[in-house]
């Protein structure tokens, strides 16, 4: 069945550094993929998606490509800050099939 | 702005008895989601829904059973609470299919004792 590894279970960085936060996705057809943030006490917030081989899609600072070859859909963010401090969860949906899989959090704690 | 309100935020029930999380939206959604938030466990889906009065098992029904009288809304039921449902619930709409924005609550605090 599909499914999204997130490899970081958990991230610590200073302020300004470089994030890489790993997705890796395996799945029959040809899914959409999404990066949401979820802050303490809050749902899940939808950040950015791409919908196809080499699509970039990017949202305050954050970007992503959509890689068929590698199956990866890896999070990166040139400078973080404080208020990046959240949980990232990478997911996919499949046309057709009305569910999302989620991959299960990676925790992204920067300091000051 | 679309909207997922969930009732109650948090509830503390007791081993065996019957809890009834709710979820109302307003987003004009097709689609609605029950998941569940477990550390080291990420979001699962429970149950979801397309049409009113029908729902559709997730990767993870057992225990669970779901209600959608509406469009607006979709409530998850735990006929007999165990200890291992102890979690965060989410709901959650969609608009058509899985290649758009889902929109999510804000979360129930289920605490089973």
């Known amino acids: 069945g599909d499914s999204v590894t997130q490899t970081e279970g958990q991230v610590a960085l200073s302020e300004e550094d470089f994030l890489t936060i790993h997705c890796n996705y395996s799945a029959s057809g040809y899914p959409a993929l999404f990066w949401y943030v979820q802050y303490p006490g809050e749902g899940p917030q939808f950040l950015f998606r791409?919908?196809?081989?080499?699509e970039k899609g990017s949202s305050r600072g954050f970007e992503a490509t959509y890689d068929k070859g590698t199956t990866s859909f890896h999070l990166r963010k040139a400078s973080v800050q404080e208020s990046d401090s959240a949980v990232y969860y990478c997911a996919l949906g499949e046309a057709g099939y009305q569910n999302f899989y989620f991959g299960k959090g990676t925790s992204l704690t920067v300091i000051p | 702005e679309a909207a997922v309100t969930q009732s109650p935020r948090s509830k503390v029930a007791v081993t065996g008895g019957k809890v009834t999380l709710s979820c109302h939206q307003t987003n004009n959604h097709d689609y609605m989601y029950w998941y569940r938030q477990d550390t080291g466990h990420g979001l699962r889906l429970i149950h979801y829904?397309?049409?009113?009065?029908?729902?559709e098992k997730g990767d993870i029904p057992d225990g669970y059973k779901a209600s959608r009288p509406s469009q607006e809304n979709f409530s998850l039921i735990l006929e007999l609470a165990s200890l291992s449902q102890t979690a965060v619930y989410f709901c959650?709409?969609?608009?058509?299919?899985?290649?758009?924005?889902?929109?999510f609550g804000k979360g129930t605090r289920l605490t089973v004792v």
């Open positions: 829904s397309y049409v009113a009065d029908s729902t």
């Open positions: 959650a709409s969609s608009d058509l299919d899985s290649h758009t924005e889902v929109f």
């Open positions: 791409a919908s196809r081989d080499k």
